[in-house]
């Protein structure tokens, strides 16, 4: 069938994409899904048996949950989940304990423990992971170079308590107004990447990245293997649907590495949650349907 010029040009750029992912992973990928979750504080309920309950009947597929409380909360959560289809997704932790990064040997080093009780808990839940921003903006005097000197020297540590305990940590690139170190997915990777340990990976955040990214199905495509975590938010970062923000450039991505975790909720809300979560869930299945 002969193809106008606008389907042509669409046709040479999935080719395009295509020869960009490596012909090896190209072949081996297998079929993505998409598994919806949400953080927890953003679902309305009395506790978390309601709370479960209603996102199961909304259609999510996991729940992320803070990383306060813990290891007290694992008991909980784990009752919880006997009675749900629902698993942990994430476990959102932030900088535990202080930031891994800074000149301080102590401060790290209190870091680095948070971090390990973490993934002992997060391997108990059998979740995804556990969310850390190595530094926040002002968490450091260290340059950059320094900066990810000192971490570089601190994932081999945590990655192998990470494997040992059936953990891992996903790195958060975030945008520049909270977080210079890390901005870029492709950063993040390059990290694991020198790091190669099962304990340590990373993640994207569809709010940042349109702040940081140029191109969201670029990001996810550098993510590849070390992608194990993605955060979902609009534009203003309120519920996917209610502004502009696109995802099917994204999930092209996710679809062409073979993504297999969570896509996950982490945003605001204007109007009635109990009317625009379910309408967010529909609306993300359709654009992971035209991807
Ligand atoms: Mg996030």
């Known amino acids: 069938m002969p193809m106008n010029r606008r389907e042509l040009l669409a046709a040479s750029a999935a080719v395009g994409v295509a020869a960009a992912v490596p012909s090896g992973a190209r072949q081996s ?19 978390l048996a309601e709370r479960l309950a209603k996102m199961e009947k909304w ?5 992320e949950v803070g990383g306060g409380g813990f290891p007290g909360r694992v008991e909980e959560l784990q009752k919880a989940l006997a009675n749900s289809k629902l698993k942990i997704s994430a476990i959102c932790a932030g900088t535990p304990g202080g930031p891994l990064i800074n000149e301080d040997p102590e401060t790290r080093k209190k870091a680095v423990a948070a971090i390990k009780e973490l993934l ?39 990655g192998e308590h990470g494997a040992k305990v059936g953990g891992r940590i996903l790195m958060e690139p975030l945008n520049r107004g909270e977080a210079w170190f890390l901005r870029l997915l492709a950063d993040a990777a390059a990290m694991c990447r020198e790091v190669n340990s ?68 982490e945003c605001g809300c204007d109007g009635d949650r109990e009317v625009e979560i379910p309408k967010a869930v529909k609306f993300l299945r359709g654009q992971w349907a035209k991807a």
């Open 120 to 158: 002992t808990c997060a391997g108990e839940l059998k979740s995804t992971g556990v969310i850390i921003v190595p530094a926040f903006n002002g968490q450091t005097t260290l340059n950059h170079v320094e900066a990810r000197k000192a971490l570089m020297d601190l994932l081999p540590e945590i």
């Open 198 to 265: 099962p304990g340590v990976a990373m993640m994207g955040d569809f709010y940042h990245m349109n702040i940081e990214e140029p191109s969201d199905m670029g990001a996810f495509i550098s993510g590849g293997k070390w992608l194990h975590h993605v955060h979902l938010a609009s534009r203003k970062r309120v519920l996917p649907g209610q502004d502009e923000r696109d995802f099917t450039n994204g999930f092209k991505g996710l679809k062409l590495i073979g993504y297999q975790d969570y896509c996950s909720l």
């Open 29 to 47: 990928v297998p079929k993505a899904k998409l598994l919806l979750s949400s953080q927890e504080g953003i679902i309305p309920a009395r506790d």
């Open 59 to 63: 259609g999510f597929d996991g729940i």
